[in-house]
């Protein structure tokens, strides 16, 4: 058309250099029957948890003319009670900080310990945010090995940090996409090398620790004040809509991030959501019991079809292994031809799949089964 504006690209703006040609995260979002791609709880909020949501936020509504508690005082105090009565140490209200999602607790960190001219390193293939929001933040980012099972090779993961000297480390268990925990042991062995190359904040992420078949690593905070562990209520609480996540570390932490938190970055509404589903942890923890029992099914059927399985402590599953030059992301296309949806995360060879209800994890074993038999003909 004569005279139509050029199309400006992102390349074409003055955006910083090691944003340039990055693409943004995000799986796909389509419309299929079962969706088991993002790792979501598929189980709705109870009715009774969705009352006493519209209570709490009714009563918080009445004061929205007013700025929210900027220091969460009431839902930081609920969330160490969570934590001493399920993590296996106690820990007060001055232990933990809550923010908009794990997301936003990692991005303070990075503001408050990485930034300009500082590193962080993760052990790859690993949760690819961590990445992202390190090179938001301006905080150079280094990949650490994994062995090929996906395990972290202590002696290859202590020698990349003494040579790198990074100023945060980030070890993800249970680790995001391969779905296998890291022992309580490596991570101290981590830990003591960080602090060895030079004082660095290690961070634990523990998104999926509900699922796992082993204990928290939140006792390790004790004595340890470069230690932190981060949390997210969007997994084990079924409420990925709600954006609340949340670390536990050394009280000098929690005073740091504060330096660089927005004013009232919490809202009100938020706040009175996260503390209703709080009072009802029992009930959705039984939630969790019912997916860890489905997640042990999809691993022991996979593996009864014939194709490879990553050990997992989520509520996701790693399986493949799909060989030659495009059979990745083909498989993934023949089984959302059967209408359903997995992760192709772009490790070579494997898919994710979530844990979802009984028949939506037998809609998903049906077109696996499927496609062994169209690659076995």
């Given at each position: 058309m004569a005279g139509a504006e050029p199309v400006t690209r992102i390349d074409d703006l003055p955006v910083r250099d090691e944003l340039r040609g990055k693409s943004p995260y995000g799986a796909p979002q389509l419309d299929v029957p079962v969706r088991l791609?993002?790792?979501?709880?598929?189980?709705p909020l109870p009715e009774p948890l969705v009352e006493r949501i519209a209570e709490r936020v009714r009563a918080a509504a009445r004061d929205l003319n007013r700025y929210p508690d900027r220091d969460a005082v009431e839902l930081r105090t609920e969330l160490a009670r969570y934590l001493t009565r399920t993590g296996g140490h106690q820990v007060t209200r001055a232990?933990?900080?809550?923010?908009?999602?794990?997301?936003?607790?990692?991005?303070?960190?990075?503001?408050?310990?990485?930034?300009?001219?500082?590193?962080?390193?993760?052990?790859e293939p690993s949760y690819s945010?961590?990445?992202?929001?390190?090179?938001?933040t301006g905080t150079g980012w280094i990949s650490g090995p994994r062995d090929d099972d996906f395990t972290i090779d202590v002696d290859a993961a202590t020698k990349a940090i003494a040579?790198?000297?990074?100023?945060?480390?980030?070890?993800?268990?249970?680790n995001n996409p391969t779905g296998n925990a890291v022992s309580a042991e490596t991570?101290?062995?981590?830990?003591?090398?960080?602090?060895?190359a030079k004082p660095s904040v290690v961070v634990v992420d523990e998104a999926y620790v509900e699922f796992s078949h082993g204990a928290s690593l939140l006792p390790l905070i004790e004595g340890r004040p470069h230690l932190v562990v981060s949390r997210t209520m969007s997994k084990a609480f079924g409420a990925a809509g709600l954006r609340l996540g949340y670390l536990a570390a050394d009280p000098a932490v929690v005073d740091a991030v504060q330096l660089v938190r927005l004013p009232y970055h919490l809202s009100a509404v938020t706040q009175a959501t996260a503390l209703a589903a709080l009072e009802?942890?029992?009930?959705?923890?039984?939630?969790?019991?019912?997916?860890?029992?489905?997640?042990?099914?999809?691993?022991a059927e996979l593996r009864a079809t014939g194709y490879e399985v990553t050990d997992s402590d989520a509520n996701f599953v790693q399986f493949g292994r799909?060989?030659?030059?495009?059979?990745?992301?083909?498989?993934?296309q023949r089984i959302l031809d059967r209408g359903v949806l997995v992760r192709d995360n772009g490790v070579p060879g494997w898919l994710r799949v979530s844990a979802g209800t009984p028949a939506e994890n037998d809609a998903f074993l049906d077109a696996v089964r499927e496609l062994k038999k169209e690659q076995s003909a």
């Open positions: 791609n993002t790792n979501e709880n598929p189980y232990h933990v900080w809550a923010a908009n999602g794990s997301n936003e607790v990692i991005q303070q960190l990075l503001q408050t310990f990485g930034g300009p001219g500082r590193t962080a390193i993760g052990f945010m961590h990445s992202l929001i390190a090179r938001g040579e790198n000297r990074p100023d945060v480390v980030f070890i993800t268990t249970p991570v101290l062995a981590l830990h003591d090398a960080a602090q060895a009802h942890t029992d009930t959705l923890l039984g939630y969790v019991e019912q997916l860890k029992a489905e997640r042990d099914r999809l691993v799909f060989e030659g030059e495009g059979a990745t992301h083909a498989a993934w």
